[in-house]
């Protein structure tokens, strides 16, 4: 083969090779700028959603000993109002809890929930906080209940889910609800108050046999 016909096959190659590489780079980059612009569409859109702290339910208290509290379960919930008009679904949640600013204990949201325009879903975040633990570490009784999240947030499109992992984050800090606290401690001490007093009637009142017939 001379080496004239040799230099133009390799020419000819590469004329090849630039053809198919061209046009799929140039597809590889419209797609990398459409992703681009999807995750920023999102973000637009998702930032626009209402994320609200939606209150406190305390659903039990559980005690030590007589009325000293062990520990505390509550329901901390976060409502999420789609402002947009596109459907939206919280992927997942992980969520911090502070006393008094100190750290006590992480949680997760692990429910898919999607939410229609102009519709909003209250989350509850099912949690139990070691109360004995905390007033031993803290030597006094906390005050305020801080909440911080991390909201994963996705955009849907008809059926289909737009990969935007988008994190918005929450924060809350309120009050202790003592007053959902006390009303399960007063329940306690009534309880006890009433097991004591049958007991005592029990050592007080003589048997009373019935009459031989």
Known sequence: MSSGLAAFQVFGYA?????????????????SCATVQ?????????????????????TAV????????????????????NTTDRDVALDHADVSFFLDNHHVLDAAHNKFVRIVPTASSTEPIAVGLPFAGILKSLGHRPETLGIKAKLWVTLLVGKSTWETPVVI??????????????????QKRKQMEDEAADQARKKILPAVKAPHL
Not at 62 to 81: P, W, Y
């Open 38 to 58: 999807q995750n920023i569409d999102a973000r637009t859109f998702l930032a626009k959603c209402r994320y609200e702290y939606a209150g406190v339910k305390v």
């Open 62 to 81: 559980r005690f030590s000993s007589g009325i000293l509290i062990d520990s505390v379960d509550l329901l901390a919930n976060v409502r999420i109002t």
């Open 169 to 186: 984050p929450f924060e809350a800090e309120v009050p202790v609800p003592y007053d959902q606290i006390d009303a399960f401690v007063a």
């Open 15 to 31: 004329c090849a090779m630039r053809r198919i590489f061209i046009p799929g780079f140039a597809a590889v980059l419209v797609i």
